[in-house]
């Protein structure tokens, strides 16, 4: 946490750039979530895609966690990403903790403004499973 990374130093990139690589050839992973995606380069982000869809294979899923429940900034940010990347429904996870609190709820409109209506295939809306309980299978 609060280390700056640099992305538009060339050797930043490349350090980055080979340990995705590396990561892709040495641990069989199907994919990666990215944390706070918001906070750094769209730019080296899509580099980063490409050169791993060079390197290790087009198959891999995109997680990102940007944070804003706003349809009018996540949908361009899906498309400027190419529909690489998948972002976890934050209206959907706002719309059903209001739900849990609320007296009536009108289950209909529950999707409204979210990414699971309006892109579902872009759209994260689990990310957690409590599969050490024992009777949960996800």
Not at 81 to 102: C, E, I, T, W
């Amino acid at each position: 946490m609060f280390a700056d990374v640099d992305y538009s130093q060339p050797d930043v990139r490349m350090d980055v750039l080979n340990w995705g690589e590396w990561l892709g050839k040495e641990v069989k992973l199907s994919g990666v979530r990215l944390d706070a995606i918001k906070h750094y380069s769209e730019d080296f982000l899509r580099t980063f895609i490409q050169h791993l869809d060079e390197t290790v294979g087009k198959d891999w899923f995109y997680i990102g966690e940007y944070w804003t429940a706003e349809f009018g900034i996540l949908a361009p940010y899906i498309a400027r990403m190419g529909g690489r990347m998948s972002l976890f429904d934050v209206q959907l996870v706002y719309n059903l903790s209001f739900s849990s609190k609320a007296r009536k709820v009108d289950l209909r409109r529950i999707f409204d403004g979210t990414l699971a209506k309006h892109r579902p295939r872009s759209a994260v809306v689990r990310h957690y499973c409590p599969n050490d309980l024992g009777k949960i299978k996800c």
